[in-house]
């Protein structure tokens, strides 16, 4: 009699570890379905929910938008428009595969800055001047509708005003300096910008003609026109990038 109900026990107990066992198997795979992942469109979502998910306009086109929310001054309501869905679920979508609210502000203030800077950019003597000079040319905020100064900017610290020269003279041989050294108040340096793709003179402002003058880009070493006590160092100005700093390429500094 023992032995039967021993072996009734034992029984009896391995029909429990097994029950337990499935129950454990049970809820595990309960679990894992409720747990929540990471789509290939970058949305967290629950696994019932999956197969719903799949079918959405976010998920189906889900590459084309990534790479319209790339693009900052695209907005909402214009991406929405290409897609067929609302601006809401635009802003939804980024804010789901971001983590982080408020992207929409952040994305008009990225694309203002971006517009601001491409306009300063097309200055024309902001534009020769990025082409030209091999130091980084950083611009000065303003309040200006731009909002940045259009003549002035800042190269390796150094305030820096782009003033206008004209050529006169057989061949050029006089520059005529028509801004003096009180109108360049507040500036380190004056960039002087020669006609004819003849370059820059880089002239500290304490050196520069305090009226307006007309001086000689072409070495004298006497005779008629020459006068002992004037001066003739312009040429040491030209393109003289050094004085601001040493001179890196843009390669290198990039």
């Not at 009699?1 to 026990?9: C, G, T, V």
């Not at 502000?105 to 534009?127: K, N």
Request: glycine residues 8%; positive net charge.
């Amino acid at each position: 009699m023992n032995d039967i109900q021993e072996r009734k026990d034992a029984i009896a107990l391995i029909q429990t570890l097994a029950n337990t066992y499935d129950l454990a198997i049970t809820v595990r795979k309960q679990r894992v379905k409720q747990e929540p992942f990471t789509c290939e469109c970058g949305v967290t979502i629950i696994r019932p929910y999956h197969a719903s998910h799949q079918r959405s306009v976010m998920h189906r086109h889900w590459r084309r938008l990534h790479a319209l929310l790339s693009e900052e001054c695209i907005s909402y309501e214009e991406i929405g428009q290409r897609l067929g869905i609302t601006r809401e679920r635009v802003r939804q979508y980024h804010q789901a595969i971001a983590g982080t609210p408020g992207l929409g502000g952040q994305r008009r203030t990225v694309c203002t800055l971006r517009s601001r800077d491409q306009r300063w950019r097309e200055i024309p003597d902001i534009a020769t001047l990025l082409t030209t000079c091999p130091l980084p040319v950083v611009p000065i905020l303003t309040s200006t509708p731009l909002g940045y100064a259009l003549n002035t900017v800042t190269i390796m610290g150094q305030r820096c005003i782009i003033r206008h020269v004209s050529l006169t003279g057989p061949e050029g041989r006089y520059m005529a300096i028509h801004r003096s050294q009180p109108q360049n108040v507040g500036a380190d340096f004056v960039l002087y910008l020669l006609p004819n793709d003849r370059g820059w003179l880089v002239i500290p402002r304490d050196r520069c003609p305090t009226r307006g003058t007309q001086v000689s880009l072409q070495p004298l070493t006497g005779g008629r026109g020459f006068t002992k006590h004037a001066r003739h160092d312009w040429r040491e100005y030209l393109n003289a990038w050094h004085l601001l700093g040493a001179v890196e390429t843009k390669q290198e500094s990039a």
